[in-house]
């Protein structure tokens, strides 16, 4: 994922929670890890043709450059706080449960970042077709979202932190 260099990411608390936990975890024990490694690969002798150390080496740039992204999207985290959701309209931190007005069927979202985005566990990012039509609409709005399949009209019946 390419990002503009100046662009902020916005993330709910608990995703730049996750997002510090992995850098730190990768920090603290990972790097560690793939030292030994690479020491261990290293002891073995001639590192020309030592495809253990080559393996290490890999690895640790992979490492290094998934610690550099962590460090770039916490350098331009806007967090949303609590105290910064309102509640009375869908937006970033907060869960909506909508229905569908042709089937009848409910559902319930958690408006997310985009990092964040895990539509299986009912995440879904405020730059989806569906998040990006929600947001801003209250209760009680009929909202026309255009999907592949056509369109879909989804009654906000209740927005919650």
Known sequence: ?????N???VLTKEGYDKIVAERDELVAVKRG???????EAISYGDISENAEYDA??????ELENRISYLENMMRKAKVVQDGDVKGDAVGIGLKV????????????FSIVGATESDPFNGKITSE??????????????VVQIEVPDGV?????????K
């Open 7 to 9: 662009e902020e990411i």
């Open 97 to 108: 449960k909508v229905k569908d007005t042709d089937s009848g069927e409910t559902m319930e």
């Open 1 to 5: 994922m390419v990002e503009a260099v």
């Open 33 to 39: 890890e793939v030292a030994e490694r690479i020491k």
């Open 128 to 141: 989806s077709a569906i998040g990006k039509a929600l947001m801003g609409h209250k209760k009680g709005d």
């Open 152 to 160: 879909m009209n989804y009654k906000i019946e209740k927005i919650s």
């Open 56 to 61: 290490a080496k890999n690895e640790q740039a």
